[in-house]
């Protein structure tokens, strides 16, 4: 699937890209539409509340929620397109104030989560490149299955005992605000270093052996130059689109994570939203995420050019 | 984009994989653990010493020893016992959701790389909306539409996970319906159910066995996270995922290590094994893109590049 930076290219992904988010948008209205019982009744039918019938009626009207299914559809997506995310049933706050407090705590964790799963990967590649003892080089060629076989929330857990209460390193009551994203950030890093591991290895095995690499050692160069030069910008390619998947992966491991440390973010948002029925708000959850997930892909696919000039001729051959 | 990751399989004489792949360390370890974890839990009624939903109300949270061995829970449940039986619901999970992937995933690549044109750019749009959704958000949600149970956990991780492995037949269908042998399938007038099912799903087995095998894996952790949310298997059932929900609580994490240490360990030698059987597949039965002078130098000489076509026109 070879792309180009060629104009009708990029408005094509655009158009796609929008297409994608407005099918996501209808489908989780859809479900959340469907989803038994709602935010409301979880809210207002408390006993203790002694609202009538009649005033729950009311409430449902102000938040727009007796309306037929078509029309709440459309309104929602005009206030969507104005910016107006609606108001959240449980908190009462506006949905878009949640997501500001929340959005940048689960974005600054994803991110510090991701820089450190790709680095962790590339520890790994280039260590199980060097020559070395048989069973080091197998180690590291097997730790990609190793850390892709450990549950997140476990492996949190797991840490938690080790770091916090066996050795005391890290405070569980009263954590910095650094110290309380060591654990965390760890969490998240070694998922995703895994597969990004795996291609890494894969590739390095792959692109050694072909002809260019063994052209570039037959004219004197020495193995680390090859192994950086020529193989290390071919295997890189399939990162990429990894690293595009792996986004979404982040914000779905950011809900494990965030529940094992107590820490506060979207991930959790959406769980609770999900616990309390609270529609509007797992709606921008939700969409939130597509367009994370729609703009990071965009992103990567207008960079695979950059990256690989074999990709920037308007016809563009198969990588 | 998958092109690029995934590589068609020529196929190789079974027993020159099946040699290699018992040669395989990987293969090895994998097969090893994963066949000792099935035993014990598939053996679950003739092993487990207590039943797995039977409290005893006089040892309640005691530690291992004492005839428990591994202790029991907050209701008096045998860890052990419920460890072997929780096994069969994991095992069965995954399983059972990496066939719904099958399912979709195979049919609907199958149909794009196949068909292309409009066809093709309809799945292609319909995974990348399913792909989008971050996963336990839209889970949660549908655990909650449909409730939790066992075969709802199976559904929804099936629904949700089908994308890799469409976008991987489609890939493979678009490499391979352009080779000769399909191409001379074609002109000799075989009929395109048989040019799909024969030709192509079957060249494109080994990258599909390659990522069923490490679906397994990610179903049953995918169950693990959801049941640890208190979304998948619901209790009395054991399950590995809801036995670690204990381990929310600090009183346990903090002081009774057998509640949440066991199921953990079970899941990770577990997903540990399958995805050592998954590499090893990916190593026998994968091939490298083509590499020619690796090919020429290496010992099986020069006939590993000769069986792209072999064995496969005989449609």
Same mark, same amino acid.
């Given at each position: 699937m070879a792309t180009s930076l060629t104009l009708k290219n990029i408005v094509t992904k655009l158009g796609q890209g929008l297409f994608v988010l407005w099918a996501a948008f209808t489908i989780s209205f859809v479900l959340l539409q469907i989803m038994p019982g709602d935010a409301i009744l979880?809210?207002?039918?408390?006993?203790?509340?002694?609202?009538?019938?009649?005033?729950?009626?009311?409430?449902?009207?102000?938040?727009?929620?007796?309306?037929?299914?078509?029309v709440q559809y459309f309104q929602t997506i005009m206030a969507y397109l104005t910016g107006n995310f609606g108001n959240s049933v449980i908190s009462g706050m506006p949905v878009a104030q949640e997501i500001m407090v929340n959005l940048p705590r689960t974005a600054l964790l994803a991110g /510090?989560? *991701?820089?450190?799963?790709?680095?962790?990967?590339?520890?790994?590649?280039?260590?199980?490149?060097?020559?070395?003892?048989?069973?080091?080089?197998?180690? *590291?060629?097997?730790?990609?299955?190793?850390?892709?076989?450990?549950?997140?929330?476990?492996?949190?857990?797991?840490?938690?005992?080790?770091?916090?209460?066996? /050795?005391?390193?890290?405070?569980?009551?009263?954590?910095?605000?650094?110290?309380? /994203?060591?654990?965390?950030?760890?969490?998240? $890093?070694?998922?995703?270093?895994?597969?990004? $591991?795996?291609?890494?290895?894969?590739?390095?095995?792959? *692109?050694?052996?072909?002809?260019?690499?063994?052209?570039?050692?037959?004219?004197? $160069?020495?193995?680390?130059?090859? /192994?950086?030069?020529?193989?290390?910008?071919? $295997?890189?390619l399939p990162v990429l689109t990894i690293a595009g998947v792996t986004f979404g992966e982040l914000l779905a491991g950011a809900v494990v994570t965030e529940t094992v440390f107590g820490l506060n973010g979207l991930g959790r948002l959406a769980e609770r939203s999900v616990r309390n029925q609270d529609a509007a708000v797992l709606q921008a959850v939700v969409l939130i995420a597509a367009f994370g997930y729609v703009v990071v892909n965009f992103i990567v696919d207008m960079l695979y050019p950059l990256i690989d000039p074999r990709l920037r001729k308007p016809q563009g051959g198969n990588a | 984009m998958t092109e690029t990751l995934s590589h068609s399989t020529g196929p190789r004489a079974a027993g020159g994989s099946l040699r290699r792949l018992l040669q395989d360390p990987f293969f090895v370890i994998g097969a090893a653990g994963l066949s000792v974890l099935l035993l014990l839990t598939l053996l679950a009624p003739w092993i487990a010493p207590f039943s797995p939903d039977e409290g005893d109300l006089f040892s309640i949270e005691a530690?291992?020893?004492?005839?428990?061995?591994?202790?029991?829970?907050?209701?008096?449940?045998?860890?052990?016992?419920?460890?072997?039986?929780?096994?069969?619901?994991?095992?069965?999970?995954?399983?059972?959701?990496?066939?719904?992937?099958?399912?979709?995933g195979i049919s609907l690549g199958a149909i794009a790389g196949y068909f292309g044109g409009l066809a093709d750019a309809i799945v292609m749009r319909l995974t990348e909306i399913v792909m989008c959704f971050p996963f336990y958000a839209i889970a949660i949600t549908l655990a909650a539409i449909f409730g939790a149970s066992v075969w709802n956990v199976i559904l929804i991780i099936g629904i949700l996970h089908w994308t890799g492995l469409a976008r991987l037949v489609r890939g493979e269908f678009l490499s391979l319906r352009e080779r000769d042998f399909v191409r001379a399938a074609r002109s000799i007038g075989v009929s395109r159910t048989r040019i799909i099912f024969r030709h192509l799903l079957r060249n494109a087995s080994g990258p599909i066995l390659v990522y069923a095998t490490l679906a397994v894996a990610n179903g049953i952790l995918a169950e693990a996270a959801l049941s640890f949310l208190g979304l998948g298997v619901r209790q009395p059932q054991a399950s590995w995922g809801n036995m670690l929900s204990a381990a929310q609580s600090m009183r346990v994490l903090s002081y009774q290590w057998w509640l949440w240490i066991p199921p953990g360990a079970a899941i990770v030698l577990m997903v540990l094994s399958i995805n050592f059987l998954g590499e090893a597949f990916q190593r026998v039965l994968n091939r490298r893109p083509a590499a020619p002078v690796a090919d020429l130098v290496s010992r099986r000489g020069w006939r590993a590049r000769l069986p792209v076509t072999k064995g496969s026109e005989n449609g």
């Open positions: 979880v809210r207002f039918m408390d006993g203790d509340m002694g609202l009538t019938p009649d005033a729950i009626a009311s409430i449902r009207t102000f938040y727009g929620a007796d309306e037929p299914f078509l /510090l989560g *991701f820089t450190g799963g790709v680095t962790l990967a590339l520890i790994i590649a280039v260590l199980a490149t060097l020559p070395g003892f048989r069973w080091i080089r197998n180690l *590291f060629q097997a730790a990609p299955a190793l850390l892709a076989s450990v549950p997140v929330f476990w492996l949190g857990i797991l840490l938690i005992q080790i770091f916090s209460f066996r /050795l005391g390193l890290i405070s569980v009551i009263a954590p910095g605000p650094w110290e309380r /994203l060591i654990l965390p950030v760890a969490t998240l $890093a070694v998922p995703i270093a895994a597969p990004i $591991a795996q291609i890494l290895l894969r590739n390095i095995d792959a *692109f050694s052996v072909q002809p260019f690499a063994y052209v570039a050692r037959a004219k004197g $160069a020495s193995q680390r130059y090859v /192994l950086l030069r020529h193989v290390a910008r071919n $295997a890189v | 530690p291992p020893g004492d005839g428990h061995l591994l202790g029991t829970d907050e209701i008096g449940r045998d860890v052990f016992s419920r460890l072997l039986y929780g096994g069969q619901v994991s095992v069965l999970i995954g399983l059972s959701a990496v066939a719904v992937q099958l399912v979709i």
